[in-house]
């Protein structure tokens, strides 16, 4: 398929995630049952462009003053693809499966109206109603910063320290642009990619297979460092979910202590017994039974409760979930974060700690969260998280930005998703 056919598709898909509000991951999967014709390098440039337009689509559909599909299609190529309107021209031009050529009032607004004269909550590509919540995180900047939760997001990976070195997998992968994080120890970037490329499928690499690495966002590497698990430790992470935290906490406690992984969604927590298998991972206990659990209360060094929240920082990821997340889901995450908390916090012993994190940027579900725990439960107090930041990456301290109590991670400060970071402390 050439450009033009590969546009089209694109605005179908993105009509059918707009009219059927399905996630896009679940609309390209069905495009591509129904086109078997298309190649892999097809696939991957459609669902470039169909992520991109839902990144930045209130910026395109501000420069073509329409929502439509097509337009934001268009706009996606315009803004992220480096293409001009001439570039789009010649490539409709040359392909008898292209949408219509653009018409005279596309060129015409597309001249009108540029994103400098846009709404900040244009250029920050973000729905109205989380601006008072972004405002609120990230004060004068937020514009900036949600602009670059709209950017395409690396693939990071977390090499496994029990199975293989940094130098080793990056040896394995030498083709695929790869290096070394800027900031976590065992971290592992292949940059953004860019047009029609795809990220190569890491998880096809023998070293995968070996447990030598995971796929793992590197502000989830970091927030799983602050925790601060080590050998000796009694651990719990309270939300293991598929065990992305959980491999990395088992990795610094060097197979040592005792690890307990729970979830309580049974069919989330399913994948971690291959994972914690590959990666060889002995430490570890996963349950999905909170009754399992009755024996550890008060006695854990650490609990780790990497919440379940609206996943504001993962938009770069995950656009379409920006465009259908709601008030009320945000509400009712809320008050599961609050029963979280209270339910997880009775493992923790005296004189032991609790991290919290979430994967979101909204002030409410992360230092208002915490702050709220901390006004119902006198027997605990806050950690200076920045402290803990500083110890561990002293080269990097500018980096994350402190809240009160906390420290919030985002691809404008530290090229990571948005990602949440607190640590309280039982009295003794
Ligand atoms: C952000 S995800 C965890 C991601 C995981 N820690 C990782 O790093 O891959 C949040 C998890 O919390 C779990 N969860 C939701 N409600 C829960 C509850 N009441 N108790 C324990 N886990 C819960 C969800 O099933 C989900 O897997």
């Given at each position: 398929?050439?450009?033009?056919?590969?546009?089209?598709?694109?605005?179908?898909?993105?009509?059918?995630?707009?009219?059927?509000?399905?996630?896009?991951?679940?609309?390209?999967?069905?495009?591509?049952?129904?086109?078997?014709?298309?190649?892999?390098?097809?696939?991957?440039?459609?669902?470039?462009?169909v992520?991109?337009?839902?990144?930045?689509?209130?910026?395109?559909?501000?420069?073509?003053?329409?929502?439509?599909?097509?337009?934001?299609?268009l706009?996606?190529?315009?803004?992220?693809?480096?293409?001009?309107?001439?570039?789009?021209?010649?490539?409709?031009?040359?392909?008898?499966?292209?949408?219509?050529?653009?018409?005279?009032?596309?060129r015409?607004?597309?001249?009108?109206?540029?994103?400098?004269?846009?709404?900040?909550?244009?250029?920050?590509?973000?729905?109205?109603?989380?601006?008072?919540?972004?405002?609120?995180?990230?004060?004068?900047d937020?514009?900036?910063?949600?602009?670059?939760?709209?950017?395409?997001?690396?693939?990071?990976?977390?090499?496994?320290?029990?199975?293989?070195?940094?130098?080793?997998?990056?040896?394995?992968?030498?083709?695929?642009?790869?290096?070394?994080?800027?900031?976590?120890?065992?971290?592992?970037?292949?940059?953004?990619?860019?047009?029609?490329?795809?990220?190569?499928?890491?998880?096809?690499?023998?070293?995968?297979?070996?447990?030598?690495?995971?796929?793992?966002?590197?502000?989830?590497?970091?927030?799983?460092?602050?925790?601060?698990?080590?050998?000796?430790?009694?651990?719990?992470?309270?939300?293991?979910?598929?065990?992305?935290?959980?491999?990395?906490?088992?990795a610094?406690?060097?197979?040592?202590?005792?690890?307990?992984?729970?979830?309580?969604?049974?069919?989330?927590?399913?994948?971690?017994?291959?994972r914690?298998?590959?990666?060889?991972?002995?430490?570890?206990?996963?349950?999905?039974?909170?009754?399992?659990l009755?024996?550890?209360?008060?006695r854990?060094?650490?609990?780790?409760?990497?919440?379940?929240?609206?996943?504001?920082?993962?938009?770069?990821?995950?656009p379409?979930?920006?465009?259908?997340?709601?008030?009320?889901?945000?509400?009712?995450?809320?008050?599961?974060?609050?029963a979280?908390?209270?339910?997880?916090?009775?493992?923790?012993?005296?004189?032991?700690?609790?991290?919290?994190?979430?994967?979101?940027?909204?002030?409410?579900?992360?230092?208002?969260?915490?702050?709220?725990?901390?006004?119902?439960?006198?027997?605990?107090?806050?950690?200076?998280?920045?402290?803990?930041?500083?110890?561990?990456?002293?080269?990097?301290?500018?980096?994350?930005?402190?809240?009160?109590?906390?420290?919030?991670?985002?691809p404008?400060?530290?090229g990571?998703?948005?990602?949440?970071?607190?640590?309280?402390?039982?009295?003794?």
């Amino acid at each position: 398929m050439r450009l033009g056919g590969r546009l089209a598709a694109a605005i179908e898909i993105i009509e059918d995630i707009h009219t059927r509000h399905r996630p896009a991951a679940d609309a390209l999967k069905d495009w591509g049952l129904s086109h078997r014709f298309a190649g892999a390098g097809d696939r991957g440039a459609i669902g470039n462009i169909v992520y991109d337009a839902l990144r930045r689509r209130r910026s395109a559909a501000w420069l073509f003053q329409s929502e439509a599909s097509r337009a934001l299609a268009l706009g996606a190529l315009l803004l992220e693809w480096g293409l001009d309107l001439a570039d789009i021209d010649a490539a409709l031009a040359k392909d008898g499966f292209s949408p219509p050529a653009l018409s005279d009032e596309e060129r015409r607004a597309v001249a009108e109206n540029t994103l400098e004269q846009a709404p900040d909550p244009v250029r920050a590509d973000c729905p109205d109603w989380c601006v008072p919540l972004i405002e609120d995180a990230f004060g004068a900047d937020w514009v900036e910063e949600t602009a670059a939760l709209a950017s395409r997001p690396p693939l990071d990976l977390r090499v496994n320290p029990l199975r293989a070195s940094r130098e080793r997998v990056l040896q394995e992968i030498e083709r695929s642009g790869a290096g070394p994080t800027r900031i976590a120890p065992n971290g592992i970037r292949i940059p953004p990619i860019l047009g029609s490329g795809r990220h190569p499928n890491v998880q096809a690499e023998p070293g995968f297979r070996k447990g030598w690495f995971e796929v793992q966002d590197e502000g989830s590497q970091l927030t799983a460092e602050l925790a601060g698990a080590t050998t000796a430790m009694q651990v719990l992470d309270y939300c293991a979910g598929a065990g992305g935290k959980t491999l990395s906490l088992s990795a610094a406690m060097e197979n040592g202590g005792q690890l307990f992984a729970y979830d309580a969604e049974r069919a989330r927590l399913a994948p971690i017994f291959e994972r914690l298998r590959r990666a060889e991972c002995r430490n570890v206990q996963a349950t999905a039974r909170a009754g399992d659990l009755e024996p550890l209360a008060g006695r854990m060094d650490l609990v780790v409760v990497d919440a379940p929240c609206s996943g504001s920082g993962t938009w770069r990821r995950r656009p379409d979930a920006k465009w259908r997340l709601t008030g009320r889901q945000v509400e009712v995450r809320l008050s599961e974060q609050a029963a979280i908390l209270q339910r997880a916090s009775r493992f923790v012993k005296p004189g032991g700690r609790l991290a919290y994190i979430t994967c979101s940027v909204f002030p409410e579900e992360n230092q208002g969260q915490v702050r709220n725990f901390l006004e119902m439960n006198a027997d605990f107090a806050a950690v200076n998280a920045a402290a803990l930041w500083r110890d561990r990456f002293a080269e990097h301290v500018a980096r994350s930005r402190a809240t009160d109590p906390g420290l919030l991670l985002s691809p404008r400060l530290t090229g990571t998703d948005g990602f949440f970071f607190a640590m309280v402390q039982k009295a003794v």
